[in-house]
C-alpha cells in the first residue's frame, strides 16, 4: 500500500507559477515510476510527467515541454511538480501517482491503467 497526497495547487494568472508536492507513505520501495495526471471538467484524465523511480528518467507530454518539470526526492518521499510559464490550458484538477510493483518494466508506461496508487488531487485554476 502506497499513500500519496498532493499539495501546492491554488489560482494563478497567465504566466505565474506554481509547485506542486506529492508526499508518499507507505511501501515506497516497491514504487518503480511516479507522476502527475490532470483532469480538467468535462475532459478525459491525461499524463502529465513521469519519473522513474529506479534511473530518474522524466517524460513529459509535448505540451508541457519547457515549463514543467518533475523532481522526486527518495530520501523524504516526495514528488514534485514545478510548473511555470502557466497557460489556462493548463487548469485542472492534479492528481499524483504511483506505479507500485517490484517489477520494473524498463520505462515507465504512460496510461493511467498501469498506476495503481493515486491522491487525492489539488486544483490548479489558471486565468487570463
Known amino acids: 500500500q502506497v499513500q500519496l497526497v498532493e499539495s501546492g495547487g491554488g489560482s494563478v494568472q497567465a504566466g505565474g507559477s506554481l509547485r506542486l508536492s506529492c508526499a508518499a507513505s507507505g511501501s515506497t520501495y516497491s514504487v518503480t515510476c511516479m507522476g502527475w495526471f490532470r483532469q480538467a471538467p468535462g475532459k478525459e484524465r491525461e499524463w502529465v510527467g513521469l519519473i522513474a523511480a529506479t534511473d530518474g528518467r522524466t517524460y513529459y507530454r509535448d505540451s508541457v515541454k519547457g515549463r514543467f518539470t518533475v523532481s522526486q526526492d527518495n530520501a523524504k518521499n516526495t514528488l514534485d511538480l514545478q510548473m511555470n510559464n502557466l497557460k489556462p490550458e493548463d487548469t485542472a484538477m492534479y492528481y499524483c501517482?504511483?506505479?507500485?510493483?517490484?517489477?520494473?518494466?524498463?520505462?515507465?508506461?504512460?496510461?493511467?491503467?498501469?498506476?495503481?496508487?493515486w491522491g487525492q488531487g489539488t486544483q490548479v485554476a489558471v486565468s487570463s
Open positions: 501517482a504511483a506505479r507500485v510493483f517490484f517489477a520494473w518494466l524498463g520505462y515507465c508506461p504512460l496510461s493511467e491503467r498501469n498506476y495503481n496508487s
